[in-house]
C-alpha cells in the first residue's frame, strides 16, 4: 500500500509565500516522477509541477518564476515553495507520484487526498 501525504497548505494574502510538502510512504520499489497538481472550483485539474527522479523539473507557465519545486527521493518527499501568489492561484492541491511498488510491478499512478490554498485580495 502507497499512501501520499501533503501538508502545507492555507491562507495567505496576494504576494505571500507557502511551501506544500508531500512524503510518500508504504510499498515503494522506484518512482519516476512527483509532483504537484490543483483544481480550483468548477475547473479541471491541471499540471502545476513535476520532478523527475534525475531532477529535471516541469512546470505550468502559469507558475514558472514563482514556484519551485525540489525532490529528495532518498525520503520520498517533494517540496514546492510557492511565492508571489495570486488570487488565481486558489486550488486545493493534490500531490501525484508515478511509482512502481515492486521490481515486477508497473509503474502507477497514486494521489493525496489534496490541500487547500486560499489566496486572498
Known amino acids: 500500500q502507497v499512501q501520499l501525504v501533503e501538508s502545507g497548505g492555507g491562507l495567505v494574502q496576494a504576494g505571500g509565500s507557502l511551501r506544500l510538502s508531500c512524503a510518500a510512504s508504504?510499498?515503494?520499489?522506484?518512482?519516476?516522477?512527483m509532483g504537484w497538481y490543483r483544481q480550483a472550483p468548477g475547473k479541471q485539474r491541471e499540471l502545476v509541477a513535476t520532478?523527475?527522479?534525475?531532477?529535471?523539473?516541469n512546470y505550468a507557465a502559469s507558475v514558472k518564476g514563482r514556484f519551485t519545486l525540489s525532490g529528495d527521493y532518498a525520503k520520498n518527499t517533494v517540496v514546492l515553495e510557492m511565492n508571489a501568489l495570486r488570487t488565481e492561484d486558489t486550488a486545493v492541491y493534490y500531490c501525484?507520484?508515478?511509482?512502481?511498488?515492486?521490481?515486477?510491478?508497473?509503474?502507477?499512478?497514486?494521489w493525496g487526498q489534496g490541500t487547500q490554498v486560499t489566496v486572498s485580495s
Open positions: 508504504g510499498s515503494i520499489f522506484s518512482i519516476n516522477t
Open positions: 520532478i523527475t527522479s534525475d531532477g529535471s523539473t
Open positions: 501525484r507520484a508515478v511509482l512502481s511498488s515492486s521490481r515486477a510491478a508497473i509503474a502507477r499512478v497514486y
